[in-house]
């Protein structure tokens, strides 16, 4: 296909289906709002990364603005280069080129967990090359509940059960950006099937030892007890409403007792024990996040236990995250742990 059939084939394509081109019109009009002037696009070759992929090839054609498509391929399944080699070939078809990082690192356990925070490592590795600060992510409004259900099975607060961000910094100067996060998976499957004509599935989806499947599988049940998704919806909606007041708050106190100096986090550790479970919670994490430039919070259970170790009168020191809290005098130091 040439270039400018694959363009007019895909202009028309939105323009056929009312639904997808009020999908393109929220979507240019927010890209609008970002400076930026290129953007990373993580791709996987599901419908939701590939309508991701179509939108933002769109866009492109109407706006000054470049995108990079990067796959990670984790090379967990025997299949997944050539799988990898398919998504390229097709997107090459509408002059649209994917740049395939394979990760050479091997993955036993905590699959999922460990293959999300490799494929960021990787991703913002591209953006720093290409100087790139904006990475964006097909992330729906399905992926928004099933999040807010593995949460809420885990014990989180009200942090965790607002579930994500359309706009969240991964590290200092690169940002995730995830502009679908209101729409439903129906459309991005459609718009898939009617610019690329086909999409490819992920057999780990439908592998029931994974938590986000067995949630993903319990979407039936719920609608025939009268839960719908709009209605979670609704209520992670309002939960962030919450969140952003508290958020303020949160800032203030890392503000006042979290410091930092070179390879080394301070906390006020008269002040920390005032603060109640919950706060202690929140500079726990954040700490974490200032010295390893992690994304992700460890385990909620796992900062509890710390806490409970750190307020024992006999604590000297005790690890998390791969990092090393010990008393130091008035504070407690927060150390990336040496392997």
Request: aromatic residues 10%; hydrophobic residues 35%; glycine residues 2%.
């Amino acid at each position: 296909m040439s270039k400018k059939n694959s363009s007019v084939n895909l202009k028309n394509n939105f323009k056929k289906f009312k639904d997808l081109s009020n999908i393109f019109y929220n979507f240019e009009k927010n890209l609008n709002k970002f400076k930026t002037k290129k953007f990373l696009v993580a791709v996987s070759g599901g419908p939701d990364s590939l309508a991701l992929t179509a939108l933002t090839k769109l866009y492109s054609l109407k706006n000054r603005k470049k995108f990079f498509y990067v796959l990670i391929n984790h090379n967990i399944r025997s299949n997944s280069r050539n799988e990898a080699k398919q998504v390229k070939n097709l997107l090459r078809k509408f002059t649209i080129k994917l740049n395939i990082i394979n990760n050479t690192k091997k993955i036993t356990k905590n699959i999922q967990g460990e293959a999300r925070k490799i494929r960021y490592e990787k991703l913002i590795n591209f953006c720093k090359k290409k100087n790139i600060n904006t990475i964006i992510t097909a992330h729906n409004l399905e992926d928004q509940v099933e999040t807010f259900f593995i949460r809420l099975s885990r014990g989180s607060g009200l942090t965790g059960l607002s579930s994500m961000k359309t706009l969240s910094i991964l590290e200092k100067g690169i940002y995730l950006y995830r502009p679908l996060l209101e729409i439903k998976k129906k459309y991005l499957i459609k718009i898939s099937k009617k610019v690329f004509k086909k999409y490819f599935k992920d057999p780990s989806n439908l592998n029931k030892k994974y938590l986000r499947s067995k949630i993903r599988n319990l979407r039936s049940p719920l609608k025939k007890s009268g839960i719908e998704y709009d209605q979670i919806i609704r209520s992670i909606k309002n939960l962030a409403s919450s969140r952003i007041t508290i958020d303020e708050y949160i800032k203030k106190t890392i503000k006042d007792i979290v410091t930092k100096s070179k390879n080394e986090i301070f906390i006020d550790f008269k002040k920390f024990k005032e603060i109640n479970h919950d706060m202690k919670i929140h500079v726990i994490n954040e700490a974490i996040k200032k010295i390893k430039k992690n994304y992700y919070n460890p385990r909620s259970k796992k900062v509890v236990n710390l806490i409970g170790n750190i307020e024992n009168k006999n604590f000297t020191k005790s690890t998390l995250s791969g990092c090393i809290f010990s008393k130091k005098k008035d504070f407690l130091s927060l150390k990336i742990e040496k392997t």
